[in-house]
């Protein structure tokens, strides 16, 4: 449903990268209902064969760059229309989060956007239910990781050189997309 709803809402676009792409579906979706786009998938290179065989199962390969590496410093390019961050964030603090946002601020052209689709807490950080839960096993299963407010990211986004993020739910999921602009 995240993956539908993240192509749900962008649209038409030309380029896209999808960072930690895992399965590809993010990229790969946004690529069947944008024609003419190509999209750079960025993850560890035997994630990316599973990527690669979805894009090939759904008629995209031909669109479909993959680039193996740490998102942290593999080359995202400059110009794309959009940068996907699915379920990503949520394994670092605070500054690592941000420096993934930055460097998504600079592969985007002026004007572009990008997704962070996440397990969201209200500011309460108790509920919904899922988020909250998940926060809890970030706290004891990763040495930074967390499960962000939508004003912490606000907060980190603007860091980055964003505009203040639209949350949209996904029907079907526990997961926010927030999608900021450049």
């Given at each position: 449903p995240q993956a539908r709803k993240a192509a749900e809402i962008a649209g038409g676009v030309d380029s896209v990268v999808d960072v930690a792409a895992g399965h590809g579906m993010f990229g790969i979706l946004v690529l069947q209902n944008s024609p003419s786009a190509r999209c750079l998938a960025v993850d560890w290179p035997n994630v990316l064969e599973l990527a690669r065989d979805n894009a090939a199962q759904?008629?995209?390969?031909?669109?479909?760059?993959?680039?193996?590496?740490?998102?942290?410093?593999?080359?995202?390019?400059?110009?794309?229309?959009?940068?996907?961050?699915?379920?990503?964030?949520?394994?670092?603090?605070?500054?690592?989060?941000?420096?993934?946002?930055?460097?998504?601020?600079?592969?985007?052209?002026?004007?572009?956007?990008?997704?962070?689709?996440?397990?969201?807490?209200?500011?309460?950080?108790?509920?919904?239910?899922?988020?909250?839960?998940?926060?809890?096993?970030?706290?004891?299963?990763?040495?930074?990781?967390?499960?962000?407010?939508?004003?912490?990211y606000a907060v980190m986004l603007a860091a980055a050189g964003f505009s203040r993020p639209e949350a949209h739910a996904v029907p079907g999921s526990a997961r926010t997309l927030l999608v900021a602009g450049r």
């Open positions: 759904a008629g995209v390969l031909d669109r479909y760059e993959t680039r193996a590496g740490s998102a942290f410093d593999v080359d995202l390019g400059s110009g794309h229309d959009l940068v996907l961050l699915p379920n990503i964030l949520h394994h670092f603090e605070r500054p690592g989060c941000e420096t993934l946002l930055r460097r998504a601020h600079q592969a985007l052209r002026p004007g572009g956007r990008v997704f962070v689709i996440e397990l969201v807490p209200h500011e309460d950080r108790v509920t919904p239910s899922a988020p909250a839960w998940f926060a809890t096993m970030m706290l004891a299963t990763t040495p930074n990781g967390d499960a962000y407010t939508q004003s912490e």
